[in-house]
């Protein structure tokens, strides 16, 4: 009898230690926020990005960038139990230009002021969704200036350049011939903005204590081939308002991205 009652005894101490260790494990999340770092690092394959370097594509030809930037917008972030958070509409439009990258060759976007939580992917838009461009001129704020000192408009009739790539290109028939992509929607008669979705290879904890760096790796081979493999000889040299090219670009730039590690700082 006396052995069961100190059987009994150390088991009630187990559990009682066991709930005391998952009330200290628990957090309170609640009205809690914190900042986020969202790094894009632009590539080619699996090399890295520099202006002036010349890369070989999927067939004979090549080319080379004095340019590179594109417009990300519309940022959310989907937490571990499935509610979504998006940033304030008024800031959740980015140009991430190559030429501010620093010597890492990243170009950051701050978060700020995030709802404390585990989250487990990240979805963003590629260009300015046609919602955005139905609040007219007066409805873009600061940023139809930005994006007009950028050269990232041609005119708001027009509308936005989604991604713009100045340089050169070379084939078996050409040497250093241009190259000018700037792929965009034409107004409300062509829409060409893309949402992309990742996930995160581990979670990312947004804490009030802490600043998770969520690195992004940016394929630029992927816009000449990607989902679809294009000549620039055939016309792809030069993609402003076609039908036929801006979309085909517009749907390789999806295929752009990748979550390539996730830092809980």
Known sequence: MKNLKIALLLMLSISIISCSDDDDSSEN????????IIKFD???GDQDFIFGTEYQKSNDESFKLETLKYIVSNISLEDEIGNVYEYPFNENIFIVDEANANAAGEIWIMLEDIPAANYTNVSFGVGVDQDRYAMGAEGQGEFLETADEAGMLWSWATGFKFIR???SFSSSSVTNDDLNVHMGSVGTSLDN???VSLSFPNTVLVRTETQPEIHIKSDISKVFDGSTSVNLMDGYNQVHVDPETTAVVANNIMTM???HHVHNN
Not at 29 to 36: F, H, I, P
């Open 29 to 36: 999340l609640s009205g809690q926020t914190g900042n986020l």
């Open 165 to 167: 790539m100045d340089g």
């Open 257 to 259: 991205f990748e979550v």
């Open 42 to 44: 632009n590539g080619y």
């Open 193 to 195: 903005y893309r949402a």
